[in-house]
């Protein structure tokens, strides 16, 4: 047995290196779970204050669809009359060339008769 003992010691060092090995690997590891167990921490977090604002932020789309849904409503009216004083531009335009040209303006009373046309 003694003639085997280094046989024996042998195999136990390098067990032992390969343990140590194992050792440094699973040391590695367990720091590499633990920043994957903080991101998690933050993400759940996260996750949380959404889920927690999800109700609100759901009113609000609903109220928003609701004012789309009118607006589209009211959007065929509202071309209408686009439509309509488009149509009239010409006819207005022209007029106020002929009331222009009528009309005696000085220089001096062009900035009064402008912003009162803008009021």
């Not at 047995?1 to 024996?8: A, E, G, H, K």
């Not at 335009?93 to 005696?104: A, F, Y």
Request: glycine fraction near 0%; proline fraction near 5%; charge should be positive.
């Amino acid at each position: 047995m003694s003639d085997r003992l280094p046989l024996i010691y042998e195999r136990l060092s390098a067990i032992a290196k390969q343990l140590s090995v194992i050792a440094k690997q699973l040391s590695v590891i367990a720091k590499q779970l633990s920043v994957i167990a903080k991101r998690l921490s933050v993400l759940t977090e996260r996750l949380s204050v959404l889920t927690e604002r999800l109700p609100v932020l759901t009113e609000q789309l609903s109220v928003i669809a609701k004012q789309l849904s009118v607006l589209t409503e009211r959007l065929p009216v509202l071309t209408e009359r686009l439509s309509v004083l488009t149509e009239r531009l010409p006819v207005l335009t022209e007029q106020l060339s002929v009331l222009t040209e009528r009309l005696p303006i000085t220089s001096d009373r062009l900035p009064v008769l402008t912003e009162r046309s803008t009021r």
